[in-house]
């Protein structure tokens, strides 16, 4: 069979890397695809991006499955294309991925199922939001309601903060339409984790648990990112708390998209936030809904799956997701996201890469902002490369993907040492 997935970044890497694996696949195209897929061995870059384009690719060639990497192509309707061609994708349609495409949209769904998640109110209007943020106090965390990149939550220590984000979201029009709108939230205290399943509309299939690291620097300083390591398992995520996020929270989501007539075909992601306290009782929950896998989560998440995973999206377009299981190594894998100088800001490009090593079973460098320049690999976006590498403890998995780490070579690259420390704190 031959495969496609969409989009550029180490989560679609890993998704076609993943995907090369299986004896049933016989071509896997990448569209756009970056400098790594274009190298990879037994990957094709494509360049195509609009829907109505990638369908007619899927039909002419002959694709007998699509996978949707990041969230704006769902947003933009992509599923849609493909099923009205009865092209077979996995990804969620235009209206079911508004959980993430309008934080409007998630905070009133997860009100209406009762799954918990933080007191909020939505804003069109700027001084209705100071009211609210001086009636509410500090620390509050405000939220543009659409797509922002990453760019569209500011957790605010301080009122002015708060108020400089609604300024600028609702008043100077910083994120365009995305900010025209704003959730004004409350402030959650915990520990977060990275939930992800893949859903059918009905039934619900969890992958392995995962933690990521949203800020720029050690020790969770500086300023969010998109995400600059991630490791899987999480120990969080206890066989207890486990069970309760599918009871508490991803199956009455999977149940009130199917009750409110937008059944959610896709991998759905669910980032919780773990309050304090005995895993039978402690607080979670839902800090946001993304459509997709994460990234950099998937790249240590598919370092450790062992099942062929074209199975498992053949039984999920076809609503028998009920039939699959899916094996995990029971080691770690962890994930070091080297970023680009000035990122997350404004990312400096064209830094030539070096010193990049052969992939092993248990050591693959995946590639996100890299682009090929005749023979020379070259930085192309704020997350460069992720680092993954499988191994018998935490302590060894990040040992391993530190030493390739120190080994590869780019202008300014910038990444934490501290991935997983959460795992390793006594
Ligand atoms: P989101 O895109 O909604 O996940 O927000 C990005 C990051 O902001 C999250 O991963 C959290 O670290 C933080 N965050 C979001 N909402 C809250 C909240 N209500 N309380 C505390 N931190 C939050
Ligand atoms: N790593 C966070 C995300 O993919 O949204």
């Given at each position: 069979?031959?495969?496609l997935?969409?989009?550029?970044?180490?989560?679609?890497?890993?998704?076609?890397?993943?995907?090369?694996?299986?004896?049933?696949v016989?071509?896997?195209?990448?569209?756009?695809g970056?400098?790594?897929?274009?190298t990879h061995?037994?990957?094709s870059?494509?360049n195509?991006?609009a829907?109505?384009?990638?369908?007619d690719?899927?039909?002419?060639e002959?694709?007998?499955?699509?996978?949707v990497?990041?969230?704006a192509?769902?947003a933009?309707?992509?599923v849609?294309?493909?099923?009205?061609?009865g092209?077979?994708?996995?990804g969620p349609?235009?209206?079911?991925?508004q959980?993430e495409?309008?934080?409007?949209?998630?905070?009133?769904f997860?009100?209406?199922?009762?799954i918990?998640t933080?007191?909020?109110?939505?804003?069109?209007?700027?001084?209705?939001?100071?009211?609210?943020?001086?009636?509410?106090?500090?620390?509050i965390?405000?939220?543009?309601?659409?797509l922002?990149?990453?760019?569209?939550v500011?957790v605010a220590m301080t009122?002015d903060?708060?108020?400089?984000?609604?300024?600028?979201?609702?008043?100077?029009?910083?994120l365009?339409?995305a900010?025209a709108?704003v959730?004004?939230e409350?402030?959650l205290?915990?520990e977060?984790a990275s939930?992800?399943v893949?859903?059918d509309?009905?039934?619900?299939l969890?992958?392995?648990?995962s933690?990521d690291?949203?800020?720029l620097?050690d020790?969770d300083?500086?300023?969010?990112?998109g995400?600059?390591?991630?490791y899987?398992?999480?120990?969080?995520?206890?066989?207890v708390?486990h069970?309760?996020?599918?009871r508490?929270?991803?199956?009455?989501?999977?149940?009130?998209?199917a009750?409110?007539?937008?059944?959610?075909?896709?991998?759905l992601y669910?980032?919780?936030?773990?309050?304090?306290?005995?895993d039978?009782?402690r607080?979670?929950?839902?800090l946001e809904?993304n459509?997709?896998?994460?990234?950099?989560?998937?790249?240590?998440?598919?370092l450790?799956?062992?099942?062929?995973?074209l199975?498992?999206?053949e039984?999920?377009?076809q609503?028998?997701?009920n039939?699959?299981?899916?094996?995990?190594?029971?080691?770690?894998?962890?994930?070091v996201?080297?970023?680009?100088?000035n990122?997350?800001?404004?990312?400096?490009?064209?830094?030539?890469?070096?010193?990049?090593p052969q992939?092993?079973?248990?050591?693959v460098?995946?590639?996100?902002?890299?682009?090929l320049d005749?023979?020379?690999?070259?930085?192309?976006?704020?997350?460069?490369l992720?680092?993954?590498a499988?191994?018998?403890?935490?302590?060894?998995?990040?040992?391993?993907?530190?030493?390739?780490?120190?080994?590869?070579q780019f202008?300014?690259?910038?990444?934490?040492?501290?991935?997983?420390?959460r795992?390793?704190?006594s």
């Amino acid at each position: 069979m031959k495969v496609l997935i969409i989009g550029s970044g180490g989560r679609e890497h890993a998704i076609a890397w993943h995907l090369l694996k299986s004896p049933r696949v016989s071509q896997v195209f990448v569209a756009p695809g970056n400098g790594g897929t274009a190298t990879h061995e037994g990957l094709s870059n494509l360049n195509i991006q609009a829907p109505e384009e990638l369908a007619d690719f899927a039909s002419r060639e002959g694709i007998g499955m699509t996978v949707v990497g990041p969230e704006a192509p769902l947003a933009a309707g992509v599923v849609d294309a493909f099923k009205a061609r009865g092209l077979a994708i996995f990804g969620p349609t235009k209206a079911s991925a508004q959980l993430e495409s309008s934080k409007d949209f998630a905070k009133q769904f997860l009100v209406r199922h009762q799954i918990p998640t933080a007191a909020y109110a939505t804003f069109e209007d700027p001084q209705a939001a100071h009211a609210y943020i001086d009636q509410q106090g500090a620390p509050i965390v405000v939220k543009a309601d659409g797509l922002a990149a990453g760019k569209g939550v500011v957790v605010a220590m301080t009122l002015d903060e708060a108020h400089t984000a609604v300024d600028a979201m609702l008043g100077d029009g910083a994120l365009g339409q995305a900010g025209a709108r704003v959730v004004i939230e409350e402030f959650l205290t915990g520990e977060e984790a990275s939930f992800i399943v893949m859903a059918d509309g009905q039934n619900i299939l969890p992958l392995a648990s995962s933690q990521d690291h949203k800020r720029l620097l050690d020790g969770d300083q500086g300023p969010n990112t998109g995400g600059m390591g991630a490791y899987s398992p999480a120990p969080i995520v206890s066989p207890v708390i486990h069970d309760r996020i599918m009871r508490e929270v991803i199956q009455p989501t999977i149940e009130g998209m199917a009750s409110d007539g937008l059944p959610y075909s896709g991998f759905l992601y669910a980032g919780v936030m773990i309050g304090d306290g005995d895993d039978a009782t402690r607080p979670i929950k839902v800090l946001e809904f993304n459509c997709r896998m994460g990234d950099p989560e998937t790249q240590p998440i598919f370092l450790r799956l062992r099942s062929d995973l074209l199975d498992a999206l053949e039984a999920a377009t076809q609503g028998r997701l009920n039939e699959i299981t899916l094996d995990w190594d029971p080691r770690t894998a962890l994930g070091v996201v080297m970023a680009s100088a000035n990122y997350p800001d404004t990312p400096r490009t064209g830094d030539a890469i070096t010193n990049l090593p052969q992939n092993t079973d248990t050591c693959v460098v995946f590639h996100a902002g890299t682009t090929l320049d005749g023979q020379t690999l070259r930085t192309s976006g704020g997350r460069v490369l992720c680092v993954t590498a499988l191994a018998d403890t935490v302590e060894e998995a990040r040992e391993d993907a530190y030493a390739i780490v120190d080994q590869i070579q780019f202008e300014g690259a910038q990444f934490r040492r501290d991935i997983a420390w959460r795992a390793l704190k006594s």
